[in-house]
Structures are given as C-alpha cells and as structure tokens.
C-alpha cells in the first residue's frame, strides 16, 4: 500500500521536475548560445543587450519593437525578458536573408513564439503594427531614428521607454532625433554607456504623457 502510495507521489512529481530541469537547461543553452554567438559590426554588444533586457524586466514591458534586427543577438536578449515579463517583440528587418538567418536563430533558442520578426522597410512597417507598445529599440538607419519614433509615437504607451542605439558615433547623422528626445517636454532623456567594447551608447527616454 505504502509503495503505491510513494509511486503515485513520484509519478505526479516526475512532470514538474522534467519541467524545471528543461527550463534549467533552456537557460543553460541561451546563455552558451548568446557567448558563442557569430556577432559582426552590425551586432549590438553584450553589454548593451544586457541593458535592453533589464530595462524590459524591469519595465515589466509587455509589446515592444526593434527597429532593425541584423542577425537577432538583441533579439534574442529582448526576447529572454519578454518571455519572463510574458509580453511580445516584433523586430523589423529590411533585409530578407538577415530576417531568416534571425528567424532561425530564434528558433534556436525557443524564442520563436516570444519573437515575431516583421521583413519589411520600417518606414513602411512601423504604421501598420496594430496595438499599444511599451518598449522601443531603434537600431537601423541613423538618419531616420526621428522618423522611427515619430511613425511610433501614436502608439506610444505613457510610461514606455525608447531606446536608441548609436548615439555618441552617430550623433550628426541623428541630430534630429537626440534634439527631439532630449527638449522635448514629453521625454525624460540620459545617454549611457553599458559596454566598453566601442566607444559608444545609447539614449534611454521616458515618455512622460
Ligand atoms: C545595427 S544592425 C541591427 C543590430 C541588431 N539590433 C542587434 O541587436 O544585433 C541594423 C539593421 O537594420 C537594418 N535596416 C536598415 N534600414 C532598415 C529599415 N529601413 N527598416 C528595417 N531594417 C532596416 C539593416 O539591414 C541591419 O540589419
């Protein structure tokens, strides 16, 4: 009786420790995956997707959007810390081949039901995402960031946090953006630095209302 009793037990344990071991080892795998990542000179730094991704958590963000997604290594940071805040990222990518090689690299990961990556110019894309958003990267073509945030901007959350990559190296080229975000009476604005590995940052703005 009590050897059934004990083989019932295990036997209704047996799935939650499955479950616990796999998300171990999901956590395990990201992290190894992310460290042996191919990254090239279009890749954010590690530093810098560290900061995205506390920002979400912290946040609690629930819908963001990347502008411009290369091969996914912030993809794949955003999209760790959406999964844990149980929110959604769409990244929008120009470029056919880096939206698949993305699209793969978060399946890889198991990212693909957290990740959706939109193929398409932003300037086009950006007006047709439906919905409310909460969190912001742009991370594609300098010139166009004010662009970007002003296609975003109706729907825009209060409260939602922009960031925007790029903005010590690329300062001119996006002159009209960092003078948006940093006069503007609708953003509270700091640039940082997360990484040391270029010499650069990124803006961080709040939107107030
Ligand atoms: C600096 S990389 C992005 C890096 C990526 N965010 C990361 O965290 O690794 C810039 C990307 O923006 C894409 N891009 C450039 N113009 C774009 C546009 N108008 N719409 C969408 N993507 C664009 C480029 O093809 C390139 O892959």
Known sequence: MTKTYLFIALAACLPCMLAA?????????RKSFLESFKRDSLSTTPGDAMMLRILIQSLGAKRGVEVGV????????????????????????????????????????????TVTVVEGDALKVLPTLDG?????????????????LKLLEPKLKRG??????????????MADFLQYVETSRDYETVIIRASMEKNDGMSVSYRLR
């Open 21 to 29: 071991d796999l998300a171990i080892n999901s956590t395990e795998f």
């Open 70 to 113: 290369a091969h996914g290594f912030g993809a794949i940071n955003m999209g760790i810390g959406f999964e844990r805040t149980g929110g959604h990222l769409y990244s929008v990518e120009i470029d056919p081949g880096r939206a698949q090689i993305s699209r793969d690299n978060l399946r890889k990961v198991g990212l693909e039901k």
């Open 132 to 148: 409310q958003f909460d969190f912001v990267f742009l991370d594609a073509l300098k010139k166009d960031y004010y662009e970007y």
């Open 160 to 173: 939602a946090v922009v960031v925007a990559d790029n903005v010590i190296v690329s300062q001119k080229a």
